[in-house]
């Protein structure tokens, strides 16, 4: 009898263990598409809801992406919107995806990316990997990001400004992402701008971030409808287009701009 019972409680353990155990483990299906993996999630969840409920979250590079230099993470893949960089694997947040690489030395992610996920960057390990985030709103951050991102020196001054009254005198806040954010996110020294319209992505197309004697890398062609791209000039009235064999030298603090020219189709 007593053999009975331990051996029934012993299954009941097991049992338990089971389900629990491939509860917290059911995986995210990774997909593959150029360069990219990715999941798709839900707009909330890990899991997506029902058919309507699904965004896309960027996990990994495919071998080829990791021999890339420089990356934009696309903003849409087979028509679903990417919204997130990384993911957790489970439900429970102890263990989270990364993008690979030794070649990588800049990334640039898209405006409608809201999230940035823990440790996404962390196996970047070119020395000199850049980070470089191209909205003009803050984006969610859940922890310190290594390396730091990018971003427009007014979104920086802004995020500056938004969080510097948040620690009380003891050092403590009630703002989530306050901890972490001053030391994720630095000011680019690039600004490329649309130069035609401030109300799409704050009149911003590009961030960028060179050192000292480096030359600025040229970012793709932008596009605008009725209209034809001419090149980058160094003054909104399109006089001076830029030489993107310069190299530059941009005094510390400071922020070059360069501006769309366009001409009317
Ligand atoms: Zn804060």
Redesign the pocket.
């Known amino acids: 009898m007593k053999k009975k019972a331990a051996l029934f409680s012993l299954t009941i353990l097991l049992l338990f263990l089971a389900t629990g155990l491939t509860a917290c483990n059911e995986r995210n299906r990774i997909f593959r598409y150029g360069y990219w993996e990715y999941i798709v999630v839900g707009k909330e969840s890990r899991i997506p809801k029902n058919k309507n409920d699904s965004v896309i979250a960027v996990v990994g590079l495919t071998e080829s992406g990791a021999e890339q230099l420089a990356l934009d993470v696309p903003s849409a893949i087979n028509g679903t919107e990417v919204a997130y960089l990384g993911f957790e694997k489970y439900d429970i947040a102890i263990n989270y995806y990364t993008l690979t690489s030794r070649n990588l030395l800049r990334l640039y992610i898209p405006e409608n990316i809201l999230s940035i996920k823990p440790y996404v960057f962390e196996s970047l390990s070119a020395p000199d990997a850049k980070t470089i985030y191209n909205g003009a709103a803050e984006p969610s951050v859940h922890f310190s990001s290594s390396p730091e991102i990018y971003v427009y020196r007014e979104l920086y001054e802004k995020i500056k400004s938004?969080?510097a009254d948040?620690l009380d005198e003891e050092g403590s806040?009630d703002?989530p992402?306050?901890p972490w954010?001053l030391e994720t996110f630095v000011p680019a020294n690039v600004a490329f701008m649309n130069n035609y319209s401030a109300a799409v992505n704050r009149g911003y197309f590009r961030a960028e971030d060179v050192e000292s004697g480096e030359k600025i890398p040229e970012p793709p062609a932008p596009e605008r409808e009725g209209y034809v791209f001419t090149g980058w000039y160094t003054e909104a009235e399109a006089i001076n287009l830029w030489d993107f064999d310069t190299k530059t030298e941009i005094p510390d603090g400071e922020e070059l701009r360069l501006y769309a020219g366009w001409k009317k189709l």
């Open positions: 938004k969080h948040c806040t703002c992402s306050c954010i």
